[in-house]
T-cell receptor, first 113, second 112 residues
Framework: DTAVSQTPKYLVTQMGNDKSIKCEQNLGHDTMYWYKQDSKKFLKIMFSYNNKELIINETVPNRFSPKSPDKAHLNLHINSLELGDSAVYFC????????????FGSGTRLTVV | GENVEQHPSTLSVQEGDSAVIKCTYSDSASNYFPWYKQELGKRPQLIIDIRSNVGEKKDQRIAVTLNKTAKHFSLHITETQPEDSAVYFCAVPSGSARQLTFGSGTQLTVLP
């Protein structure tokens, strides 16, 4: 079983469209995250979410919104896609105690044309 | 927020040689220091981590050393092999949620 699974793996879409990326973890972790990796390989936190709290990186445009139906799922919805949104998006999960490693999903390569 | 600086950005070594990657951080409250390896087209994977109550940890050919006073920690890979070629990231917990802030990455190339 894949511990953290993301779908889709590839996503090509036109500017202005709305899209969603799904993430599920079966590790029983309390906290899930979304990271954006740009073409220079920088891994930048976008959101962290547990049952109690959503932490939003202040640099993330409000076109991006996380949605969590339960603690095993954290989806990412993006409105009005722009060319600069093209990147690889990684979901991850952890115990959320600040002393545990993350398990990453396989990533979603988003290309906006 | 946490400031994590990683050096060098690229590193080429001959197979069998050692490689060292260093990270410095700013938050003195940080007490957990992981390293991740990301192969081309793959996800980052945790390869080793250290907590602040120890100064060094080894796992076969990889080791991490920590200097809390100077606020830096390093990844050491000995007897490098071509399959060690990847991007390596350090990370440090930051913010109220202690989420990981990653360094900028080091592209390691092991030449056969």
């Amino acid at each position: 079983d894949t511990a953290v699974s993301q779908t889709p793996k590839y996503l090509v879409t036109q500017m202005g469209n709305d899209k969603s990326i799904k993430c599920e973890q079966n590790l029983g972790h309390d906290t899930m995250y979304w990271y954006k990796q740009d073409s220079k390989k920088f891994l930048k936190i976008m959101f962290s979410y547990n049952n109690k709290e959503l932490i939003i990186n202040e640099t993330v445009p409000n076109r991006f919104s996380p949605k969590s139906p339960d603690k095993a799922h954290l989806n990412l919805h993006i409105n009005s896609l722009e060319l600069g949104d093209s990147a690889v998006y990684f979901c991850a999960s952890s115990l959320g105690d600040g002393e545990s490693g993350y398990t990453f999903g396989s990533g979603t390569r988003l290309t906006v044309v | 927020g946490e400031n994590v600086e990683q050096h060098p950005s690229t590193l080429s070594v001959q197979e069998g040689d050692s490689a060292v990657i260093k990270c410095t951080y700013s938050d003195s409250a940080s007490n957990y220091f992981p390293w991740y390896k990301q192969e081309l087209g793959k996800r980052p994977q945790l390869i080793i981590d250290i907590r602040s109550n120890v100064g060094e940890k080894k796992d076969q050919r990889i080791a991490v050393t920590l200097n809390k006073t100077a606020k830096h920690f390093s990844l050491h890979i000995t007897e490098t092999q071509p399959e060690d070629s990847a991007v390596y990231f350090c990370a440090v917990p930051s913010g109220s949620a202690r989420q990981l802030t990653f360094g900028s990455g080091t592209q390691l190339t092991v030449l056969p």
